[in-house]
């Protein structure tokens, strides 16, 4: 296989990818990033269980959040950038870069003897990460034409709802027998194969006659924008909106934010090319995007809690009772991508996935404690159907309509809409889910649970904190069997029921929130306009075609 390869005149044939190989090399290529993604989602899912026990060892729990955090900022700075560059110096120095500089945090992270040095080492490991998503994408969409890249695409939802499986196992697995520092040391052997198949078998596609342009500016207004609102996020995520430490975050976020607009206006070759958002596919496609990913965020995270809290299960069997809904997800994502390919018709299924996630989602809303198990994985399976398609088709839909030059650019702002939405959505959730969860309702279902009212004072205890009865397997102990133990021997069932009812009904109130996002992705999916899906991508004469076709999207 030769090394450099530039976007010339292919092999004959009716379809004409960037990227032409044999089959051979290219489902070799294909396997090896998957293997990166697997990488990206695998560190996603295996990580958070852990948490709690790396904090207890390493003597950091006040910092814990951080772990996770470092890793989010420096993965979601990165993607543009990554995806900017590629679109210039090519798919495979960029891809490989971010496996090695994801590899060597993961070595490091394993290595941390205090937390501080794992929070740091676990921000190196996200530099990397931020590579693994939109680069691989790009890579399919380098394969593939349109017509044909929708089906392997659809790989994307499949590896990520295997590693939401396999994570919380694998994790715990290595946790109990092992040490914790295994999470991070079995990152090593998959990344190495990776790296050594994309090295050997994918080539090189570079613009001929580019001159790159450091966008300075663009990078350092971008990282002052992304950087401060994640963190307020996080922040909020308590509750407290109005902290001074919030509100100072988002001012600076969003000061950068019109820095940032009007450095990219003016730059000659800008980090994210504003231009692609006056192309209305690509417009609507990243806020369906966004709206899809909040949806998706508060399902991944609050169902887990709920089976903790409510029914006592483990963080790992937390993981696996998501089996329904990602059974759901991994069958239409890669069951959309085959109808894609096949139709060349997108429109419908962007549409019925967001009618059957707003289904889905709207039967949440009837979460009760005591939800026979079967009716709770028949609303999982219905909006993990729902989420399919978003996973797969969206990516396909922005790859077409933008030119061949902007492809890797295009996917990560994609990937970027995707990461930023999650974490809206669980910021907003969490703070709707707290204010629900409120001593009222907490006393009425605790007197219906069989309790008198004089058990319950009409006001809360001096100093009651809501959220520390929510905490990780709150149902049993921690903060809720501490104030259990409060209550007498006679009331404590009732209290016990009654608590799980409260925060039953409090999640479920909280999700009328999501099926109205979810809406809104709907009213998204109505304004795309349904271009036809090319069969050729490569340079020598995609060009022109895909240009044609962006002008055509930007038509009303």
């Not at 009007?262 to 192309?279: K, M, Q, W, Y």
């Amino acid at each position: 296989m030769s090394e450099e390869s530039v976007a010339g005149p292919g092999m004959p044939g009716p379809s004409h990818p960037a990227i032409e190989v044999n089959a051979r090399a290219r489902f070799e290529i294909l396997g090896a990033v998957l293997v990166g993604m697997f990488l990206g989602a695998l560190d996603q899912t295996i990580v958070g269980p852990v948490l709690p026990h790396i904090s207890t060892e390493l003597k950091g729990a006040d910092y814990y959040t951080w772990i996770v955090t470092a890793y989010l900022l420096t993965s979601t700075v990165s993607i543009p950038i990554y995806s900017k560059l590629s679109d210039i110096f090519g798919r495979k120095p960029m891809l490989l870069a971010g496996i090695g500089l994801f590899l060597v945090g993961s070595a490091l992270s394993g290595l941390s003897q205090t937390m501080w040095q794992l929070i740091a080492f676990r921000g190196l490991q996200g530099l990397g990460a931020g590579a693994l998503f939109p680069i691989s994408l790009a890579v399919i969409g380098d394969l593939f034409t349109p017509a044909e890249r929708a089906k392997y695409q659809g790989l994307f939802g499949a590896v990520f709802g295997i590693a939401s499986l396999v994570g919380p196992f694998v994790g715990g697995m290595l946790t109990d027998n092992l040490s914790w520092r295994w999470i991070f040391y079995v990152n090593l052997p998959l990344g190495l194969v990776s790296l050594y198949l994309i090295w050997h078998l994918l080539p090189t596609v570079r613009q001929t006659g580019t001159r790159f342009n450091l966008d300075t500016a663009g990078v350092v207004t971008m990282t002052l924008t992304i950087v401060p609102i994640l963190i307020a996020l996080t922040l909020a995520e308590d509750g407290d909106w109005a902290a001074p430490g919030v509100i100072a975050c988002f001012a600076i976020g969003l000061v950068s934010l019109l820095a940032f607009l009007v450095t990219e206006t003016r730059a000659e070759d800008p980090v994210i090319p504003l231009s692609l958002f006056r192309n209305r596919t690509f417009a609507v496609s990243g806020a369906a995007t966004f709206l899809s990913s909040f949806a998706f965020g508060v399902l991944i995270i609050l169902l887990p809690l709920w089976f903790q809290v409510v029914q006592g299960a483990s963080a790992t069997a937390s993981g696996y009772d998501l089996l329904p809904f990602l059974l759901g997800l991994i069958v239409c994502s890669v069951v959309s991508g085959i109808v894609v390919s096949r139709t060349g018709r997108y429109k419908l299924l962007t549409i019925g996935g967001a009618v059957v996630l707003a289904v889905g989602l709207a039967l949440f809303t009837n979460l009760r404690a005591d939800t026979p198990t079967p009716v709770l994985w028949a609303w999982m399976i219905v909006a993990g159907l729902g989420v399919g398609p978003t996973m797969t088709v969206f990516t396909v839909i922005v790859q077409n309509a933008v030119p061949f030059k902007f492809m890797g650019t295009a996917t990560g702002d994609l990937t970027l809409m995707r990461q930023i939405g999650t974490s809206v959505g669980l910021s907003i959730i969490f703070t709707v889910f707290r204010n629900n969860l409120s001593w009222d309702l907490l006393r009425t279902q605790v007197i219906a649970a069989g309790a008198p009212a004089s058990a319950m004072a009409a006001t809360p205890p001096s100093g009651f904190d809501m959220g520390l009865l929510t905490s990780v397997g709150g149902g049993s102990s921690g903060g809720f069997g501490q104030f259990v133990s409060q209550v007498p021997a006679q009331f404590q069932l009732a209290m016990v029921d009654g608590f799980h009812q409260a925060f039953s009904i409090a999640l479920a109130n909280s999700m009328w929130i999501v099926v109205g996002v979810s809406v809104l992705s709907l009213g998204a999916a109505l304004l795309l306009k349904e271009l036809p899906l090319k069969t050729t991508s490569g340079a020598q004469d995609a060009e022109a075609h895909l240009n044609r076709i962006a002008a055509e999207a930007l038509e009303p």
